[in-house]
């Protein structure tokens, strides 16, 4: 598996991604037609032509968008670690003020202003990390650029590589400050000589800065799963999962579909234990605010992050323990097992583990509880925790458990 050798990434667990463009102007219809796909695909999907879809640029004006506010908010209520923006998707406009294209938020907007640089202050205002999602193959708007599902065959990619997206990479990586890492995005037909041009590039100017799983042809450096799909085991090394909190990325008026907090919670969780990051997105309206349901959603997700934080950020992925236990998710590091409760009982009984323990307590508030360690009737190791009245209706909080041993001793199950 890769491994960035990066403390910061292995211990984040937790990021923002913000697809944000001119799709949210369409908002998932064009011409009274509903995209039943993803909203920021919408140019591609409905055939908009190139020169009609420039013509959204003239709308863009997000007044309302706050960057101080918005990162205060990701890292002081919703625990997030670091903020990725999509600095140029595959309609190839750019979100920020570039001198390789006009067709940019600076030059062709009402709005004038550069929205990286805006959240460029505010993440080194907040000690927040930040990077961009840049499409490196795909680009709907430029001749040359890769569209899915289209004819590419006439199209001289080197030159969009070499005109475009080599000098797009090249001033976002200048003068944004210190770039965490690059979310490169659907490699297409990008060859490895072209990767490697674009790795090589990237690496010489900030040796630093990360690249997602999809660089191309698996040269990445982490691996970036399918979106919204979370692997069943342990993984060595360090990945992370893109994600949604309703069904689409760029906001679509149509998509209420909201994940419940208690879901993501418990989705936030199980990557987290089984040793990856949680890249959740959020999709700005045309005006620059975010709807106000999936604020709702992060705000009560963000409780849960932040009174629990010890539990979550910079734990070590955890062995396969033998049982899937309903409501009971687990996270570790050193000489402690957390033991998130995410749905009400009388007590917490863990089969098959056999550490000894010296000690459990709640972990937001340090309130010791009563525990043993025991053998079932079967013989199997057994841990058996005593959880007060007052929480014994309760879900969401997280019980730390004190290992004697370094790492909890998961026991198979026997015949």
């Known amino acids: 598996m890769k491994d960035t050798k990066q403390k910061w990434f292995k211990d984040a667990k937790y990021g923002l991604f913000i697809h944000w463009g001119l799709y949210s102007i369409l ?159 659907t490699p297409m037909g990008i060859t490895v000589a072209q990767t490697q041009e ?67 919670i418990s989705r936030l969780l199980k990557i987290v234990s089984r040793g990856g990051n949680y890249l959740l997105n959020v999709g700005p309206t045309a005006e620059g605010t975010v709807p106000e349901k999936c604020v709702e959603v992060l705000d009560e997700v963000g409780k849960y992050v932040t009174e629990n934080s010890e539990a979550i950020f910079g734990t070590r992925p955890l062995g396969v323990y033998a049982y899937e236990i309903p409501g009971i998710e687990l996270t570790g590091r050193a000489h402690k097992l957390y033991v998130h409760v995410l749905s009400p009982r009388t007590r917490i009984e863990l089969l098959n583990i056999g550490n000894e323990l010296k000690g459990a307590y709640v972990l937001s508030t340090g309130e010791q509880l009563e525990y043993s360690t025991l053998k079932c009737c079967e013989g199997d190791g057994m841990i058996e925790v005593e959880l007060p009245e007052k929480l014994r209706s309760q879900k969401n909080f997280c019980v730390c458990l004190e290992l004697i041993e370094e790492e909890p001793i998961f026991e198979a199950i026997k015949g």
């Open 198 to 264: 674009l790795i090589d590039l990237v690496k010489s100017i900030q040796p630093n800065c990360l690249l997602s799983g999809r660089t191309g042809n698996h040269m990445g450096d982490y691996m970036t799963t399918g979106d919204n799909f979370i692997p069943r085991l342990p993984y060595e090394g360090d990945w992370e999962i893109p994600a949604t909190v309703n069904d689409t990325w760029g906001f679509n008026k149509f998509d209420t579909n909201w994940k419940k907090p208690d879901d993501i």
């Open 27 to 185: 908002a998932g219809e064009y011409k009274g037609i509903k995209t039943d796909r993803i909203a920021e695909w919408i140019e591609n999907d409905l055939n908009i032509p190139v020169e009609e879809y420039r013509k959204l640029a003239e709308q863009f004006n997000p007044t309302g968008f706050n960057a101080d506010d918005f990162v205060k908010r990701a890292k002081e209520q919703w625990g997030m670690k670091y903020i990725v923006l999509t600095a140029k998707h595959h309609e190839g406009f750019a979100m920020y003020d570039s001198k390789v294209s006009d067709f940019n938020v600076v030059k062709a907007t009402p709005y004038g202003k550069d929205i990286l640089k805006e959240l460029q202050l505010a993440c080194e205002k907040y000690d927040v990390k930040m990077g961009f999602y840049y499409s490196q193959a795909q680009d709907w708007d430029d001749p040359n650029g890769y569209m899915h599902r289209k004819d590419n065959s006439g199209k001289d990619f080197q030159k969009y590589l070499d005109e475009k997206c080599k000098p797009q990479i090249k001033e976002l990586l200048e003068n944004y400050g210190d770039i965490c890492l690059i979310w490169f995005d």
